[in-house]
């Protein structure tokens, strides 16, 4: 292998590090529809966006016209502690499978929170820093944003309440002491702090919690305090435009080799690393500029972009924030027990939405049991242990080189390797013992989630 020019590691250095951030959507020539107050169904003003989150956040959620938004040197100087993130070229899997494709990914798990969140973690901070707010709340379920959140605010000094879902904050004790030691406060959700989590403790006693009552009560406890306003990890589009500095930087890094990506592939929650990872590249693809295959990967348990609907609905179960037209699979919409891969989000980033519905992506989904079987096979082979998340990620671009191998093509496949899976030992654990199963929503349970949508004329 030693006569290969393109190294295993391609590492940029730090002066390389992006100065801008990649704005999707001010290249994109159908932008997408507004936010919409559930309440008037208008679309939501700056102004009262802005009650909810930092200023600084919404005027970027809201920017329409910017394809380059310059990062603060205070964000690039958090973002050297570990950035820029290697962009690895996967030989030792190439080998394995015996393709004649070229895979690379881009691996944003190097640092303590152990995945891609804190990228926006760190700009999220440091505006409500800036705003001269002392506080901020979110909501974590797996424990990751809540654990990129909680670095963040250490660094700058930020008081921070996480609402952690009940049952993870037991089944991952770990991660809540990660997010203590960083100085969080993490409240188990429900919880009796405010007023939605007393309201749910009355009529569900022993209830373990879900994400929507823990945004509930992240969202109230926000706007009920002095100085403080919430924070969200994925979703909005000023998520993605953070994430774009992981699109900004593999491109840099395979510009610099001469490669250029044939097909580029990442899994898909709430659509913010898939998005920031595809931001240059698809910008380009919009201005006619190239033709890559971009491929979004949900799982079967939870396939909002493969078979939800393209309409309004609410963020959150509570039915509490704003309407997105997204693709969804309803607001109340669960996925099965036993899905342990994560990704397990109703909708998808408004952004991705609209760029699967105008036709320049695909998406695929794929059952938990191949997810996991292909993360062991990429920890054996390329030594990370990977999230499960990223593994649906994992899964396709492996599917398509051996895709490769049958037709002879030599395609080069990056994909985005979001994270690590230390703490989802119990996930692998059922893989390993055979006591993971799949579970597709069959037609009624997806019936059940779509009548969770809101009936509003903009549905219609
Ligand atoms: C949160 C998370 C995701 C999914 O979130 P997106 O907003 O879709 O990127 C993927 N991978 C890891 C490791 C995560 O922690």
Redesign the pocket.
Known sequence: MSENKIPYKIYLSETEIPKQWYNLNAVMKIKHDPFLNPATLKPCTADELKEVFCSECVDQELNRKDVYIDIPEEIRDFYKMYRPSPLVRAYCLEKALGTPAKIYYKFE?NNTS????LNSAVAQAYYAKKQGLKSVTTETG?G??GTALSMACAYFGLDLTVYMVKVSSEQKPHRREVMRTYGAKVVASPSDTTEAGRKILKEFPGTGGSLGCAISEAVEKAVTSDSCRYVL???LDH?VLH?SVIGMESKAAMEKYGVSPDMIIG????????GGLIAPFMGEKIQGKNNIDFIGVEPASCPSLTRGRYVYDFCDSAKITPLAKMYTLGCGFMPAANHAG??RYHGM?PIVSALYNQGYMRAVSVEQTKVFEAAEMFARIEGILP?P??SHAIRVAVDEALKCKETGEEKTILFGL??TGYFDMSAYKQYNDGTMKDSIPDEASLAQGFSTIPDIPQNK
């Open positions: 798990g152990g995945s891609h969140k797996a990751q944003w990890g994925s979703v998520v994430q899994c898909c929650g709430g659509g913010s690393n898939f994560g990704l980033s999230a998340e990223s979001t994270g």
